[in-house]
Each structure stands twice: as C-alpha cells, then as structure tokens.
C-alpha cells in the first residue's frame, strides 16, 4: 500500500519503521534525562555534604578555640593576679587583653576571617582536578 505525503511517497513499513524510530528516541531521552537527573542529584549530595563537613570541621575548630582561649584567659588572670596581689586587677588586665583581640579581629576581620573562609568553602565544594580526572578515568563524570 502506498501513501503520499506531501509529494513524497512512503510505504507502510517506511512509516512503521519510523514511529518505531520516535518511539525508541523517546524511550531513549527520557532514560537520557533520567539518568542526568540521577547523577545531578549525587553531584549535589557529594558537594552538600563536603560543604558541612567543611563547616563541622570549622564550627568545632572555632569551639576548641573558644575553649583555648577562655583557659588562656583564667591563666593569664591568675598570672597577673599572683604578680600584683589583686585578683580584680588580674581578672581586668585579661578582660583588656581579650578586648584587645576582639578589637583586631573586627578590624582585620576580612583578610584573617572572611576570605580564607570563603576560599576554603569554595575549594571544598568545587571539583578538585586529581578528582574529576578519576571520575573521568572510572567513567563516572
């Protein structure tokens, strides 16, 4: 049997052949972006979970700090509390010591806190070269 399309003619099996064609692209782009979802959704697990594990790693660092610093605090009261005999000058000089430090970090704020921050979260979350090389070689990117 023979039909024509606009000047063109096909025989039935040419239009099967081609509805078959369409069907299996179709079953094809949709496993395609199935698959594309699938792997955007691990890249965005992998670099969600390196960004807070970075941000565990930071927020406990900070915390020990914390900690370092009110001890170093109480030694340095003492200290200067068993030099002058008064535990309330000790307790005042390390009270102007902190706020000496407190002071230099607000005015050094960027260049010690800000920016090595954000490089650190930056290269965390970013694809680092030896990785993707692997992805690569593994067939995973």
């Known amino acids: ?10 025989t039935m099996e040419e239009r ?10 179709r079953k094809l782009l949709r496993e395609y972006a199935e698959l594309r979802l699938g792997l ?4 965005a697990i992998r670099t ?8 565990m790693v930071t927020l406990t660092g900070i915390l020990m ?4 610093l009110f001890f170093l605090g109480l030694a340095l009261s003492a200290w200067v509390s068993g030099l002058t005999g008064s535990p309330v000058l000790g307790h005042l000089s390390a009270a102007g010591f902190f706020l000496l430090l407190l002071f230099l970090g607000v005015l050094l704020r960027k260049p010690l806190f800000q920016a090595p921050l954000i490089r650190m979260f930056i290269s965390s979350t970013a694809d680092e070269p030896e990785e993707a090389e692997l992805d690569e070689e593994e067939g995973i990117s």
């Open 40 to 43: 955007l959704r691990l890249q």
């Open 65 to 68: 700090g914390i900690f370092v």
């Open 1 to 10: 049997m023979v039909a024509t399309l606009c000047g063109i003619q096909r």
């Open 16 to 25: 099967d052949d081609l509805t078959g064609f369409i069907h299996r692209m």
């Open 48 to 55: 969600l979970s390196r960004f807070f594990s970075m941000l």
